[in-house]
């Protein structure tokens, strides 16, 4: 699919390609029971007759973007963008160009009826490209393979299409969410987003002064005050910048330059606002502040537990977190609470009910793929500024610039 001839894109051919394919996007069909302002259920209070409190409804676009390093670098990204309460006459002007790094943040509870409509906008900036692109929803057990985005298996979404997925929500745990057509080149792109699930327990009543859990413990061993969901990953500026010039793509020399959580680099990482939208994404969305919305930064209050829903999907390498001064407990692995397995029916599944497996820890591995549910307990630690970071001490850099890179700040107040 990718040229390895050298070719330049004009300006008029790409703003071409946007109008022959802003008529296309204007019929998209989102699909969410009940609702009755064209499937933005979330966004605008207006049920129809069917509404059910249980339907969650979420709209994205997959397209390209560009995205403001903490060096001050902009590199050209593949991405999803929030489409959700956009009408759907609007889809193409909001969708084009507005690729976010992480991607917008899926968050739901146990027992919803999931309901994610995706549209590939297509990328302004690589006219030349047809890409497909899919949601897959890692980790997570689907019921029906054609929701799960792998291509072999399951539906992908062409350019100015619409596809609507749908998951029947009942495994809590850490998640995350990636595009899986071409999945080196589009993650290494930038199709990355979290995607965390809250347990029923969550409705019950309160277990040792805790109303907020990460899986259905019985006996509040995971409950927590605030979370906190960080994303590992890290980009290769080199692989970015051939592939808008329309260069043959390195794959088998990857090595990424710009570690990041959450799409950003520290300082960047505690920023409230997140850095400034490239010019060209400005230009085109004036009302777009940053394409890095999502902060890194952990305050906590002193005398409550922070629960950190750590995740990786980099492609090139494994990543360590350490945090300095302070104890990680790791209670969930992958989406499962950490204990023994039991169980003597034979006939019957085994249930987690067993050993206590959770440990206390300064750091956690994660390979791309894993995830980590890491509790952090403040009770008689002294308030102040605390740094969690990787002890990949080569990776604390933004590009060429030393000091940065994977690293943010626990704030405890």
Same mark, same amino acid.
Request: charged residues 15%; proline residues 6%; hydrophobic residues 40%.
């Given at each position: 699919m990718k040229t390895g001839k050298l070719f330049?894109?004009?300006?008029?051919?790409? &703003?071409?390609?946007? =109008?022959? &394919?802003?008529?296309?996007?204007?019929?998209?069909?989102?699909?969410?029971?009940?609702?009755?302002?064209?499937?933005?259920?979330?966004?605008?209070?207006?049920?129809?007759p069917n509404y059910n409190a249980k339907v969650k409804c979420k709209h994205l676009s997959a397209g390209d973007g560009f995205i403001t390093m903490a060096d001050g670098s902009e590199l050209y990204i593949f991405g999803f963008s929030n489409l959700t309460g956009i009408p759907q006459?609007?889809?193409?002007?909001?969708?084009?160009?507005?690729?976010? /790094?992480?991607?917008?943040?899926?968050?739901?509870?146990?027992? %919803?009826?999931? !309901? &994610?409509?995706?549209?590939?906008?297509?990328?302004?900036?690589?006219?030349?490209?047809?890409?497909?692109?899919?949601?897959?929803?890692?980790?997570?057990?689907?019921?029906?393979?054609?929701?799960?985005?792998?291509?072999?298996?399951?539906?992908?979404?062409?350019?100015?299409? =619409?596809?609507t997925y749908f998951y029947d929500i009942k495994e809590p745990g850490t998640y995350m969410y990636h595009c899986h057509v071409e999945a080196s080149e589009h993650m290494q792109m930038g199709m990355l987003g979290n995607l965390y699930i809250h347990p029923a327990q969550d409705k019950g009543p309160a277990i040792n002064g805790y109303r907020k859990f990460a899986y259905n413990d019985g006996?509040?061993?995971? @409950? !927590?005050?605030?979370?906190?969901?960080?994303?590992?990953?890290?980009?290769d500026s080199n692989f970015h910048a051939k592939h808008i010039a329309v260069q043959p793509l390195p794959f088998a020399d990857m090595k990424d330059d710009y570690p990041i959580l959450n799409g950003r680099g520290y300082p960047d990482t505690i920023s409230a606002t997140g850095p400034a939208a490239p010019a060209e994404v400005a230009d085109m969305h004036p009302n777009l502040t940053t394409t890095q919305?999502?902060?890194s930064k952990i305050t906590v209050q002193s005398g409550k537990r922070a629960l950190?829903?750590?995740?990786? +999907?980099?492609?090139?390498?494994?990543?360590?977190?350490?945090?300095?001064?302070?104890?990680?407990?790791?209670?969930?692995? *992958?989406?499962?609470?950490?204990?023994? #397995?039991?169980?003597?029916?034979?006939?019957?599944?085994?249930?987690?009910?067993?050993?206590?497996?959770?440990?206390?820890?300064? /750091?956690? =591995? +994660?390979?791309?793929?894993?995830?980590? *549910?890491?509790?952090?307990?403040?009770?008689?630690?002294?308030?102040?500024?605390?740094?969690? !970071?990787?002890?990949?001490?080569? !990776?604390?850099?933004? @590009?060429?610039? %030393?000091?940065?890179?994977? #690293?943010t700040e626990i704030e405890i107040i």
């Open positions: 330049f894109i004009s300006i008029p051919l790409a &703003l071409a390609a946007n =109008t022959a &394919l802003t008529p296309a996007l204007a019929g998209v069909n989102i699909q969410c029971p009940g609702d009755a302002n064209d499937g933005i259920i979330n966004a605008v209070p207006a049920p129809g006459a609007q889809t193409a002007s909001a969708g084009i160009l507005t690729a976010t /790094s992480t991607a917008p943040s899926i968050v739901l509870d146990e027992g %919803d009826k999931f !309901y &994610l409509s995706l549209t590939n906008v297509g990328t302004l900036k690589r006219p030349d490209l047809f890409d497909p692109h899919s949601v897959h929803f890692h980790g997570f057990p689907n019921a029906a393979s054609i929701f799960d985005g792998e291509p072999e298996a399951s539906a992908v979404i062409g350019m100015g299409s =619409t596809f006996n509040g061993a995971t @409950g !927590y005050d605030v979370e906190f969901p960080i994303q590992m990953g890290s980009f919305p999502l902060s950190l829903r750590i995740s990786n +999907l980099n492609v090139t390498r494994n990543y360590t977190l350490a945090v300095m001064g302070l104890t990680m407990k790791v209670v969930g692995k *992958d989406a499962r609470i950490l204990r023994a #397995m039991s169980g003597t029916d034979p006939l019957q599944p085994l249930t987690q009910t067993g050993a206590d497996l959770s440990y206390e820890t300064n /750091s956690v =591995t +994660l390979g791309s793929g894993e995830t980590a *549910d890491v509790l952090i307990e403040t009770a008689g630690v002294a308030p102040g500024k605390y740094f969690l !970071y990787t002890t990949n001490l080569n !990776y604390l850099s933004n @590009g060429q610039q %030393d000091f940065g890179g994977m #690293m």
